[in-house]
């Protein structure tokens, strides 16, 4: 018997894969149903994989890309792609090789994974929280539950998540297994998450969304990150698409790191400043905060002047060429001071877990403890927005059931000699 711990992205694909090589499969699962987070996933239309090559997808892996090699050439995106199609589930491609189901419901996908499920030999457990490993004589014996009883396995493979949105039931169960285990797991921290701001001029603009604007990222001279894309101000400061990726490349060290916003990315600072200088002589008269809305959104450009320390009632004819330059350096490189990314709970991925080097990236299997597999999230491996961090959870699952299961038949093929 193999148990499958957690019936999320990784589970699923883990205890699918698993009985289609032969094994008899018991999936364990917490919440009353199983994929709960893949349910919010892409605001609910699931970013499920990305159409792209395997070097490519390797590009997009911010930690332990080089782990991800074998698993991902045993199950690629387009794997996916066909096993969602083959169970009446269609996909599109969409901006970005971004793959969505093409109904654009999320509830789609884990349909689709369930009822490829029930055509094989596994039995799903639900309302059944797994709350320790067993091993004995050096190998993995079973699951323990929460209500004291023991369920004997021959191989146990751990598919409970991260830390991230702990309401769909990933709350880092399985970090404290494996390091019960002696497994090294890496501190789990939050990434593709909003950032908090220890200026307010961002929380005032809260709910405005800016598109085309690029946000880099520096630490000294180093641009650790640079993206073109929109950007969300909210009540703690910045969210949106870049800033979620900003927070993959944060230093450990915050306080070495500038975050900057180019509102006018498609203008060099010449053009812009030549700009500059033809609406303010063509204002005359007018005060900066009138004329600003020809350049920024209404909202940001009634904080514009304070956020650079410019009186409110600044008439343009009499801008001096300091505050002009003051302005175009506001427009091309703005600061915005990060204090802190938020909490691990609201980011969309967790950083951090059981260390790839106590895991065999051909097998999934532990180098610790024989018949302990990993897949998904609870892995130190993550990566960028795109579809990338499910297809890893898929392409580790796949990994982790098929080897699981061959051990499996190795082990009772040895037992019948
Ligand atoms: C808001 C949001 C949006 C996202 N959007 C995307 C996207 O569009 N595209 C993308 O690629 N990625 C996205 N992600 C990331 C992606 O969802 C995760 O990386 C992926 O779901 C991880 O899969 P997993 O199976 O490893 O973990 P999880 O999906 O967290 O599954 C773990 C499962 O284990 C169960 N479990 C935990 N502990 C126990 C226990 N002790 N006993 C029994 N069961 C247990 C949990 O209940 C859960 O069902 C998003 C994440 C969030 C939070």
Same mark, same amino acid.
């Given at each position: 018997m193999l148990i499958v711990v957690g019936a999320g992205a990784a589970g699923l694909m883990a205890a699918l894969q698993a009985s289609r090589a032969g094994a008899s499969v018991l999936l364990l699962e917490r919440n009353e149903k199983a994929g709960k987070k893949i349910y919010i996933t892409g605001k609910g239309? %699931? #970013?499920? /994989? #990305?159409? %792209?090559?395997r070097d490519e997808f390797l590009r997009e892996v911010a930690r332990n890309p080089r782990f991800l090699y074998s698993a991902l050439s045993f199950f690629s995106p387009q794997d996916m792609m066909t096993l969602l199609e083959s169970a009446g589930c269609p996909v599109t491609v969409q901006r970005g090789r971004r793959v969505f189901p093409s109904s654009e419901k999320a509830s789609d996908v884990t349909r689709a994974l369930l009822s490829l499920l029930s055509r094989e030999d596994v039995r799903l457990r639900l309302n059944t929280r797994v709350s320790g490993i067993r091993a004995e004589n050096g190998a993995v014996s079973g699951v323990t539950l929460e209500d004291g009883s023991f369920l004997p396995a021959d191989g146990v493979i751990l598919a /409970?998540?991260?830390? &991230?949105?702990? &309401? /769909?039931? &990933? /709350?880092g169960d399985g970090y404290r297994f494996a390091s019960a285990l002696g497994h090294t797991v890496a501190s789990p921290r939050p990434v593709l998450v909003g950032l908090e701001t220890s200026a307010d001029w961002p929380k005032k603009l809260q709910g405005l969304s800016l598109r085309n604007v690029t946000l880099t990222l520096k630490q000294g001279k180093k641009t650790l990150y640079t993206e073109l894309g929109e950007l969300l101000f909210t009540h703690f400061g910045i969210s949106g698409p870049l800033a979620l990726e900003a927070s993959c490349h944060l230093p450990e060290d915050l306080s070495s790191a500038v975050l900057t916003l180019d509102l006018k990315p498609g203008l060099t600072r010449d053009q812009l400043d030549a700009r500059l200088r033809r609406e303010f002589e063509a204002a005359g008269k007018k005060q900066l905060r009138n004329v600003l809305p020809s350049l920024l959104p209404a909202a940001f450009a009634a904080v514009f002047p304070s956020v650079l320390g410019l009186p409110e009632d600044l008439i343009c004819s009499q801008i001096t060429s300091a505050q002009r330059e003051a302005l175009l350096q506001g427009l091309k490189s703005l600061p915005v001071p990060v204090r802190d990314p938020r909490p691990v709970e609201e980011a969309v991925v967790t950083r951090g877990g059981v260390s790839v080097k106590e895991i065999d990236p051909a097998t999934m299997e532990s180098r610790l403890l024989p018949g302990l597999y990993f897949a998904g999230e609870l892995i130190d491996t993550d990566a960028h927005t795109g579809g990338y961090n499910l297809q890893i959870a898929f392409s580790t699952g796949a990994l982790a059931g098929y080897s699981a299961a061959l051990r499996g038949q190795a082990k009772e093929g040895a037992s019948d000699i």
């Open positions: 239309r %699931c #970013n499920v /994989t #990305n159409d %792209c090559t /409970t998540g991260g830390f &991230s949105y702990p &309401s /769909t039931g &990933s /709350t």
